[in-house]
């Protein structure tokens, strides 16, 4: 049986968790910039930027320059990663989906996640 854990963070948090998750999420898929975390530097963060997209033939080979897999990583022929492109993406989706669900105009993040076989254990994310 899988443990559960319940934490309470303030919205601020839940961005920034969110935020990170993202990066990591749309690394594995091929967008390498970690545009989160880059557009946090002051300095020098556009050449980091594409020194990092440089990257993207390593982490997916398979495709050509200026792609990336899709939120469920689907035809990525690296199990661990297609799943972890999944998971992560379910994650930060959740968790931006719970901070923006009840904005007056609509914009992605007011419809629910994505999910798939890939998505793992749905979290659950409560306004207190």
């Not at 007011?110 to 890939?118: G, H, I, V």
Request: some cysteine; charged content about 25%.
């Amino acid at each position: 049986m899988d443990r559960k854990f319940q934490i309470t963070v303030n919205e601020h948090q839940l961005n920034l968790m969110a935020a990170c998750i993202e990066d990591c999420a749309r690394f594995l898929c091929g967008q390498t910039e970690l545009w989160h975390t880059t557009s946090q530097l002051s300095k020098n963060y556009l050449e980091l930027r594409e020194k990092l997209e440089e990257l993207q033939p390593l982490v997916t080979p398979d495709l050509p320059k200026n792609s990336s897999y899709g939120w469920n990583g689907g035809s990525c022929p690296d199990e661990w990663q297609r799943k972890m492109i999944a998971e992560t993406y379910y994650l930060y989706r959740t968790m931006l989906y719970a901070l923006h669900k009840d904005d007056e105009d609509y914009n992605v993040y007011t419809s629910p996640a994505l999910r798939c076989k890939d998505s793992g254990e749905p979290i659950e994310i409560k306004e207190v």
